[in-house]
């Protein structure tokens, strides 16, 4: 039944809600993460956002080259790479670049500037996993 239904919905949109889903999920266990990192071990918040970060990448990467992408023939490693490459420059380069512009030189509040870039980050993350690190070859 539920592949009947989705066979009327174009592919990249599956995916993208696919890929939105586990994003979703990376969220809210990267917010965990990072609370019991410095708030139970005790650790910099720098450094607990970054065992987050690399922890959600890694499920990141395993949900999607599992549910959402095609595999492809690159080795696994390779796409890893590539999945925590493209997530180092959207969450990381990207958003601060952001976080800064709209925070320091318009006055916009973190918890509104955090969420707008959401809508920004997402979708060119998405984009990066589709056609550079779940790229398939031709």
């Not at 266990?29 to 956002?49: D, K, M, P, R, W």
Request: net charge positive.
């Amino acid at each position: 039944m539920l592949k009947k239904w989705t066979s009327k919905i174009p592919q990249g949109m599956l995916q993208f809600v696919g890929f939105g889903l586990i994003g979703l999920l990376n969220t809210v266990l990267s917010y965990g993460i990072t609370n019991v990192c410095y708030y139970a071990f005790g650790l910099h918040e720098q450094i607990s956002n970054l065992f987050a970060f690399l922890i959600t990448v890694l499920i990141s990467y395993l949900l999607n080259s599992r549910f959402v992408f095609e595999k492809d023939k690159q080795p696994w490693y390779l796409a890893l790479a590539k999945v925590y490459a493209s997530y180092a420059f959207t969450e990381l380069i990207l958003m601060g670049v952001l976080l800064f512009i709209e925070e320091r030189l318009f006055g916009i509040p973190h918890y509104i500037a955090t969420f707008v870039n959401l809508i920004i980050t997402v979708p060119i993350n998405f984009l990066l996993n589709k056609f550079w690190a779940y790229r398939k070859r031709k």
